[in-house]
């Protein structure tokens, strides 16, 4: 009798915000019939607003280890830079996704606006919270920016021994996932 054997597939998708990380990890997920989970489910406490008190990175592996890692086979969408070192060797290959600063932006305020409507106009009770998050997006393509940015994320694509895809997200999101159907063995 032949033994069967199964492949593993644990991917991250990774990128500055607004570059389609969790929109495509999503898609790959779904393609593959696999889990995604979002780093931002982990990442953040849920509060009401949202996102504004983050779980201790030690909490945030825990739950993770409980929920999804152990799994043969998933797709992990968002950033995992400074605090997620342990989960680096679980990664089959990861993705990352770069697009045009000003799309990426425009795509921010788009996502905000649906999410969060008029709260977050001038005056609104989310106004504050969503200026300081566009700020803080758009530092990613400072060199100088302290936070993420693409400098970080560059230096830690080279620390990785797994293979890594880029890709611009400017792409419609079908191409994209052809790039990856095709990158994988």
Known sequence: MKELSV???RLLITGASGSGT???????ATSLAIPHADVDDYFWVPTSPPYTQKRDPAARLALMAELFLPRDSWVLSGSVM???GGLIEKFDGVVFLTLDPGKR???LGNRESLRYGDTIKVGGFNEQAHQEFLDWARGYDDPDFTGRSLVEHERWLAGLSCPVLRLDSAQPVSSLLSAVHSWLP
């Not at 969790?22 to 790959?28: P, Q």
């Open 82 to 84: 400074g605090w997620g």
């Open 7 to 9: 492949r593993t597939c």
């Open 22 to 28: 969790t929109t495509l990890g999503r898609e790959l």
């Open 105 to 107: 932006m425009d795509r």
